[in-house]
């Protein structure tokens, strides 16, 4: 029988931190974060990162690991994300895959291969030059070029991955988007549990744009003044993290701090659209809908263990948890 693999996805603020605890607990798990942020030390107001105190004392993976200073991409979180697995597995616990990236879930319920095929590095800092001297959208013109369907797929400020696709191309002759498609077609190697949680879209954006006030009173502009302090730029990839980039543009004097609240509700509002998105597209996806369990997240939570037992009989104890806040 495969390895059973739960993982508990969803837009940004829908609620995944809580839930994906009291799962773990009921099921015997401990959490992998497919968080992009949240692996950071040092940037913890502006990732919404789980608290030692919210972790209510599940084991949590992948989360304040590296340096700001470090890149973070899929390729290093698969190597990180299946050596957390592998120990996950050989202390007989359940493994929950928990965040809202969607190419690093992906990646790692379907074992994709994406690595860098021994890319050029001299072409790569070509088309990072590029993008600093005339602006992301210049290479994003030169992807559509090349890989129509890489372009609609990749934001124009996505710069590592528009980097990425047009490095796959100089590379091999080939389109990435031809390329990961073959892989998306591969079988999961696990007894998969995929599941998106989501909400109304009013409702998701009434607790983005609670979660972003409280951000704010919890002084994500002195986290991000600490970080600048250390010597974090606007060029690392940690930077790039929505609410950081604003606050940074707030203290280079570029903008307003009203402004830059503004632009990071907004941002993240377009952000939580391109992750459902994503997951609409993704065909193991299990979606719960908590509109479907009158809000209720108790209940939601019975339901996913109620599946799994169905599956897994001995994976989940019978007994209701208690879902908790977080």
């Not at 200073?69 to 597995?89: C, H, P, Q, W, Y």
Request: aromatic share 8%; glycine share 8%; charged share 30%.
């Amino acid at each position: 029988m495969a390895q059973p693999l739960i993982i508990l996805a969803g837009p940004t603020a829908v609620g995944k931190t809580g839930l994906s605890i009291e799962l773990a607990r009921a099921a015997g798990g401990e959490i992998i974060s497919a968080d992009s942020m949240q692996v950071y030390r040092h940037m913890d107001i502006g990732s919404a990162k789980v608290t030692r105190g919210e972790m209510r004392g599940v084991p949590h993976h992948l989360i304040d690991v590296l340096e700001p200073t470090e890149d973070f991409n899929v390729t290093r979180f698969l190597a990180m994300a299946k050596e957390a697995l592998s120990g996950i597995i050989s202390r007989g616990h359940v493994p929950i895959v928990a965040g809202g990236t969607g190419f690093y879930i992906q990646a790692l319920a379907y074992d994709i291969d994406f690595t860098q095929h021994g890319m050029d590095d001299t072409f790569r800092r070509q088309l990072e030059q590029v993008a600093g001297e005339k602006g992301p959208e210049v290479l994003h013109r030169m992807l559509r070029e090349q890989d129509p369907k890489a372009a609609d797929e990749i934001h124009p400020n996505n710069v590592k991955r528009v980097i990425r696709a047009l490095e796959f191309f100089h590379q091999t002759g080939g389109r990435i988007s031809e390329h990961n498609e073959t892989e998306r077609k591969k079988n999961s190697p696990y007894d998969l549990f995929y599941y998106v949680l989501n909400t109304e879209r009013s409702i998701l954006y009434e607790r983005i744009e609670a979660r972003v006030d409280q951000m704010m009173a919890d002084g994500l502009v002195d986290e991000v003044r600490r970080l600048r302090a250390m010597g974090c730029t606007r060029e690392l990839v940690s930077m790039q993290g929505l609410g950081y980039k604003e606050i940074l543009d707030y203290l280079e004097g570029r903008t307003g701090l009203e402004e830059a609240v503004s632009t990071i509700k907004r941002d993240t509002r377009h952000f939580a659209k391109r992750q459902l998105t994503w997951f609409r597209r993704e065909r193991d996806v299990r979606w719960l809908d908590l509109p479907r369990f009158d809000n209720d997240r108790e209940k939601v939570l019975e339901y996913i263990l109620g599946e799994i037992r169905a599956v897994c009989p001995g994976l989940c104890p019978s007994a209701s948890p208690t879902l908790h806040n977080g």
